[in-house]
């Protein structure tokens, strides 16, 4: 098997140390994440990660479903090593890094361990504290979380600055959606979520926004963001069973322009980061929600 990983270590092993606060002050951090299963959620993450790339983003693609991960097979890449060698010490963060389409970096998990889904907080502290010496090379950290409301999810939406809830029509998946949004408002302080509608025309789309926003007007101060739906499209049976995203496998396709206008939605969302206040960086953060 080739190592894939061979060309991004001797770059890294170069790699100046990270830039102080406010010099790498732009990158910004975006948790992809659902309260069911079942909802896309890693094929949009995918296919977004394509556009800030087409866009000329440099794109740092974190596989955070912990002992579940499938990003590897939806782009085809075989990662000789995972997380789980730099757990056991095998290996260094640095090192198991692989490059996908368009210069994608991507940080492969594990998939088919148990164990991966309750790090201790000394492992988990370990690789923190890798990857932070990375982020200074990235201008977005996309991160593909598990489903559900299990700690490991919590904390990572918990870091980052942006949530993007991923959700379809199904009433389980909009209330496992509204009850994940719930907890990070509660338990978490975090009042701000954007709203993928996946499998959905714009009406549809527009009519889970909506039905989300009365409730919380209702019960909850919470502040969401529409960033657009993806329609129901029989080629994405067809892309996976390529493991090639669809925005790449047919660019001209409606689901591929939905992915481009939601990407570049998340963008001008985003805005301009604050110069004066300063902000924890996402791997700080990340952090410190592990000793609360």
């Known amino acids: ?141 996309l991160i593909d979380t598990g489903a559900g409301i299990a700690p490991n999810v919590l904390r990572f939406n918990a870091a980052v600055d942006e949530i993007c809830v991923i959700t379809n029509t199904e009433p389980t998946a909009l209330t496992d959606a509204y009850a994940l949004m719930k907890i990070m408002s509660s338990k978490y302080q975090i009042h701000d979520f954007s709203l993928i509608v996946n499998q959905a025309t714009p009406q549809e789309a527009n009519s889970v926004y909506q039905r989300l926003v009365n409730v919380f007007d209702q019960f909850l101060s919470v502040t969401l963001n529409f960033a657009g739906n993806i329609p129901r499209d029989l080629n994405f049976v067809k892309a996976i069973k390529q493991q090639t995203p669809l925005s790449l496998l047919l660019p001209k396709s409606p689901s591929t322009k939905a992915f481009r206008n939601i990407a570049q939605q998340l963008v001008a969302h985003a805005g301009q980061p604050d110069p004066i206040n300063d902000v924890p960086s996402f791997w700080n953060r990340l952090g410190s929600w592990k000793r609360k």
């Open 1 to 141: 098997m080739n190592d894939q990983a061979e060309p991004l270590r001797k770059k890294f092993s170069k790699s100046s140390p990270p830039a102080p606060r406010g010099i790498n002050s732009n990158i910004r951090s975006l948790s992809f994440t659902s309260g069911k299963g079942g909802v896309g959620k890693t094929t949009i993450v995918v296919n977004l990660a394509i556009h800030f790339a087409q866009m000329g983003k440099k794109v740092f693609l974190v596989d955070a479903d912990l002992g579940l991960a499938n990003i590897d097979i939806m782009l085809n890449i075989a990662p000789e090593y995972t997380i789980e060698d730099v757990l056991i010490g095998k290996k260094q963060i640095n090192e198991i890094i692989v490059e996908g389409p368009l210069g994608i970096h991507i940080l492969p998990s594990s998939s088919g361990i148990s164990e991966m889904q309750s790090l201790s907080g000394q492992q988990q502290m370990s690789i923190l504290k890798s990857l932070g010496k990375l982020q200074s090379q990235y201008d977005y950290i």
